[in-house]
């Protein structure tokens, strides 16, 4: 069967797909947002502890430019390689704040659309991805170009804005070359954030466009055809057919276990035309006599069929069996209301047996056994 096209593809993406999509990698994810929360990050780092860093990042210029003139014509590599070590580790120290900022950034878009995630899948070669073809439907395809221009609006705006910053206080810029180093270097710093500031905000924009159409982009891409959610619902729920099939093979199952049971019972009530309901009692071991087999229709003759074949009393008691087919079921003790009934159908069970053994005339059956109108689904009564 051919793929389902995208035009055919109407249907929600279910929990299952989406759950399968996370454990290939994919989740939805906006390079615009990411981009906003680091350089976000870094810009109020800055603006924060932007002081500290300078006058820590001064010093250590300072050091670097001053240090020991003996240290210049020092022979012994380890001496210098020591100095070269605690020079580069302080400044190291010192922009580690930052870039354990950015860092948690960074990682922070991920979290926020797709969640904490962990796909093993992802980790495996796809030699899929090498093929050429794919590779430049993927570059021409709707998600590439959307984005070549965001990539574009992206680096106008940004340029843009920086350009604008820029001609605007160029001739502050300038007077930087003029003035004393600290007071430069912390103007500078000034500024340095303000552009920030402003590239934030323009940054921000585009992220504000950017989420809603990667989450619409990628459910898009999950969304599943009728077709595909009936067999994954067939997946899930198993083939009706199949099962069925195995409901059928259960009740036949069922039946054959209780027509093995027909043999052992006393007797059977039957209503001529449509219910057979099969009954045995043990008085050493049963309160009350049990239901072993009942059935209605065809049921109801193959059940009174063996019972002639294996010699089990029959009797024709219609209410009795209508009631004791409505309100018993198999290996049940009969309910208390129909003991009085089924207490005379017993003693004529065991009169018939004995009439039998002595070769002498059959008992009459019971009639007008006493069935509460209650139980009887035919009573007029009901």
């Given at each position: 069967?051919?793929?389902?096209?995208?035009?055919?593809?109407?249907?929600?993406?279910?929990?299952?797909?989406?759950?399968?999509?996370?454990?290939?990698?994919?989740?939805?994810?906006?390079?615009?947002?990411?981009?906003?929360?680091v350089t976000v990050t870094g810009a109020?780092?800055?603006?924060?502890?932007?002081?500290?860093?300078?006058?820590?990042?001064?010093?250590?210029?300072?050091?670097?430019?001053?240090?020991?003139?003996?240290?210049?014509?020092?022979?012994?590599?380890?001496?210098?390689?020591?100095?070269?070590?605690?020079?580069?580790?302080?400044?190291?120290?010192?922009?580690?704040?930052?870039?354990?900022?950015?860092?948690?950034?960074?990682?922070?878009?991920?979290?926020?659309?797709?969640?904490?995630?962990?796909?093993?899948?992802?980790?495996?070669?796809?030699?899929?991805?090498?093929?050429?073809?794919?590779?430049?439907?993927?570059?021409?395809?709707?998600?590439?170009?959307?984005?070549?221009?965001?990539?574009?609006?992206?680096?106008?705006?940004?340029?843009?804005?920086?350009?604008?910053?820029?001609?605007?206080?160029?001739?502050?810029?300038?007077?930087?070359?003029?003035?004393?180093?600290?007071?430069?270097?912390?103007?500078?710093?000034?500024?340095?954030?303000?552009?920030?500031?402003?590239?934030?905000?323009?940054?921000?924009?585009?992220?504000?466009?950017?989420?809603?159409?990667?989450?619409?982009?990628?459910?898009?891409?999950?969304?599943?055809?009728?077709?595909?959610?009936?067999?994954?619902?067939?997946?899930?729920?198993?083939?009706?057919?199949?099962?069925?099939?195995?409901?059928?093979?259960?009740?036949?199952?069922?039946?054959?276990?209780?027509?093995?049971?027909?043999?052992?019972?006393?007797?059977?009530?039957?209503?001529?035309?449509?219910?057979?309901?099969?009954?045995?009692?043990?008085?050493?071991?049963?309160?009350?006599?049990?239901v072993v087999a009942k059935g209605r229709?065809?049921?109801?003759?193959?059940?009174?069929?063996?019972?002639?074949?294996?010699?089990?009393?029959?009797?024709?008691?219609?209410?009795?069996?209508?009631?004791?087919?409505?309100?018993?079921?198999?290996?049940?003790?009969?309910?208390?209301?129909?003991?009085?009934?089924?207490?005379?159908?017993?003693?004529?069970?065991?009169?018939?047996?004995?009439?039998?053994?002595?070769d002498l005339p059959a008992p009459p059956?019971?009639?007008?056994?006493?069935?509460?109108?209650?139980?009887?689904?035919?009573?007029?009564?009901?």
């Amino acid at each position: 069967m051919a793929e389902d096209s995208d035009q055919d593809k109407t249907e929600p993406a279910s929990g299952r797909r989406l759950q399968q999509a996370r454990e290939e990698g994919q989740v939805p994810q906006s390079r615009e947002l990411q981009t906003f929360l680091v350089t976000v990050t870094g810009a109020l780092f800055l603006w924060m502890l932007g002081g500290w860093m300078g006058e820590r990042l001064l010093a250590l210029l300072r050091r670097g430019f001053s240090f020991d003139r003996g240290l210049a014509y020092e022979t012994d590599e380890v001496a210098v390689l020591s100095w070269l070590q605690g020079f580069f580790g302080d400044a190291l120290l010192t922009l580690m704040p930052l870039f354990l900022v950015l860092m948690v950034a960074s990682l922070a878009s991920p979290l926020m659309l797709g969640g904490l995630l962990f796909a093993p899948k992802v980790l495996g070669l796809k030699l899929d991805r090498l093929d050429p073809m794919k590779g430049f439907q993927r570059m021409f395809s709707l998600h590439g170009l959307a984005e070549m221009l965001k990539a574009v609006l992206k680096a106008g705006l940004i340029g843009g804005v920086g350009a604008a910053v820029l001609w605007r206080y160029r001739d502050h810029f300038f007077d930087f070359l003029k003035a004393p180093l600290v007071p430069a270097i912390g103007d500078f710093a000034s500024s340095v954030i303000w552009i920030s500031v402003l590239i934030v905000s323009s940054l921000g924009l585009l992220a504000l466009f950017d989420v809603p159409f990667q989450l619409w982009q990628y459910h898009k891409n999950l969304r599943m055809s009728k077709e595909e959610v009936k067999r994954e619902n067939k997946e899930q729920e198993g083939d009706p057919q199949v099962k069925g099939r195995i409901r059928a093979m259960q009740r036949e199952m069922a039946r054959r276990r209780m027509m093995a049971e027909v043999p052992k019972a006393d007797v059977v009530v039957t209503n001529p035309a449509h219910f057979s309901v099969a009954l045995r009692y043990d008085a050493d071991r049963m309160a009350a006599p049990i239901v072993v087999a009942k059935g209605r229709g065809e049921l109801a003759l193959k059940i009174r069929e063996i019972a002639r074949e294996h010699h089990v009393a029959l009797l024709e008691a219609p209410p009795l069996a209508r009631a004791l087919y409505a309100h018993c079921e198999l290996e049940q003790a009969i309910p208390a209301a129909l003991f009085t009934a089924v207490a005379e159908v017993m003693a004529y069970v065991y009169q018939l047996s004995d009439a039998l053994e002595k070769d002498l005339p059959a008992p009459p059956p019971p009639s007008d056994l006493a069935v509460p109108a209650a139980l009887d689904p035919g009573s007029p009564q009901e």
